[in-house]
């Protein structure tokens, strides 16, 4: 490559919260969404696409929010190129200090055919129309040209010129089936940018998935043929195989500015705490070996990998846990420990929360340390998330015993309080999950079909807290939600409670049993 006397900008568009929402079961409540959004802005990304206006009230109320909140970062809304989702993407972006349109076309042969069946003069003029319309609304107008690397040269140089001539000001160039090959990448932004009039008066960018793997590599290529934007999302979450993933990107950026001589805005040591809020907002974890966030990156088993570690830490180590804000977990406090202490904590693990959140995620600490000799950092950031996520639950758990032991059949007895109403069950079951799972669906009969359970410790240690993972499906929608507790039982029937109070919240019909009331 090239070398540069100045390091190049490249601007970090992320989409965790639009394409990385629209991965299954991954759908964030409004809470989760402000909380992420709030990390993205802070952590210096340039711009949040924070959602698809048009495709529910949710998702406008969302864009709308978030557009009001965010103070550094520009604030895009996605529309498809039809008149009234751009009206609608303009509306919902109007309040930011920064709002983009970010509209889309698809411009490969086999989605004219069989997606769009249009030709490609039509498309053309469709092109020509709504990047027009969306130039009248904002300043900032991105333009996508959908399935681009399955589109002939020719045509693609055709479809940016019209969109560059209507008032585009960012061309994205996505590998939307995740297709594409880092050569084949690079030399298509080569030669758009080469052979299309004006191409200098638009920022190009990449977008790329990860069906193959290649989504980290082709972005890097993309940024090499003259690329200055990445789109991507935290912990590369998204449809099918993902998205490139924002903490990937960056930090090969960061770590190996010798062969690519670009910058970005991003304050890597916020990577960690991005990644640990996005799992958890998602409810997605974050595979053990996963590039920059994942919990063995840093981890060094092998005997020559120690004694190489411990003789010189670049041997084995190309960037410290500290860059991207990996600390050691700390002993950090127990029932002694006072709001003061707890506030100053939360400050150092990057949690903001508002006095009444405060509040509660206190209480849970004070009850949390009686019951648990050491509490982790990672204990307090457990608490915090499932404070964050249960913040409007229709739903709650307000106690639970279970009887349980070779000697069956195993029996739980539960309370819970819905819609400020008490009810209570006993249920028998195979096991005493079974059983919790059995006197919930007695007291909240619903269709869901239990699609995920999983269980892991937070911590280390026989007095270590589980944090559960239940997914339901219901009405060909999937709801993923977490519990923590340090009793696993508790923590599974906050975790199914939870994903049915996700359920709830997309219309799904919940209705207890008045029979149980008490």
Known sequence: MTSHSEKDRVVIFDTTLRDGEQ?????????????????????????????FPIASNGDFEAVTEIARRTKRATVAGLARAIPADIARAGEAVKHARRGRIHTFVST???????QMRKTEDEVVEIILKTVAQARDLVEDVEWSAMDATRTGIDYLCRCVEAAIRAGATTINLPDTVGYTTPEEYRAMFRQVRERVPDADKAIFSVHCHNDIGLAVANSLAGIEGGARQVECTVNGIGERA???????????????????????GIDTTML???????????????????????RNAFAHESG????????????????????????????????HSGRAAFRSKLTELGLSLSDNQLQDVFERFKALADRKKHVY??????LVDENLATAHDRIRLVSLSVIAGTRGPQRATMKIMMDGRTFTEEADGNGPVDAVFNCIKAMVPHDAVLELYQVHAVTEGTDAQAEVSVRLKAA???????????????????????????????SVRLHAQHAATV
């Open 242 to 264: 993902g998205n490139a993933a924002l903490e990937e990107v960056v930090m090969a950026i960061r770590t190996r500015s010798d062969v690519m001589p670009f910058e970005t």
């Open 108 to 114: 490969s042969p086999i989605h004219l055919a069989y």
């Open 476 to 506: 060909e929608r999937s709801m993923t939600a977490r519990g923590a507790d340090p009793d696993t039982l508790v923590a599974s029937a906050k975790a199914y409670l939870s994903a049915l109070n996700k359920l709830s919240a997309t």
């Open 23 to 51: 991965c299954p079961g991954a759908t964030m409540t409004l809470d989760e969404k402000l909380a992420v959004a709030e990390l993205l802005d802070a952590m210096g990304v340039d711009i949040i696409e924070a959602g």
């Open 377 to 382: 950092d990672e204990d307090i950031e457990a």
């Open 272 to 294: 960690t705490r991005a990644s640990k809020l996005v799992s958890h907002a998602t409810n997605f974890p974050v595979q053990y070996n996963k590039a920059i966030v994942g």
């Open 304 to 335: 020559i990998h120690q004694d190489g570690m411990l003789k010189h830490s670049e041997t084995y180590e190309i960037m410290t846990p500290a860059s991207v804000g990996l600390s050691k977990t700390s002993l950090v406090m127990g029932k």
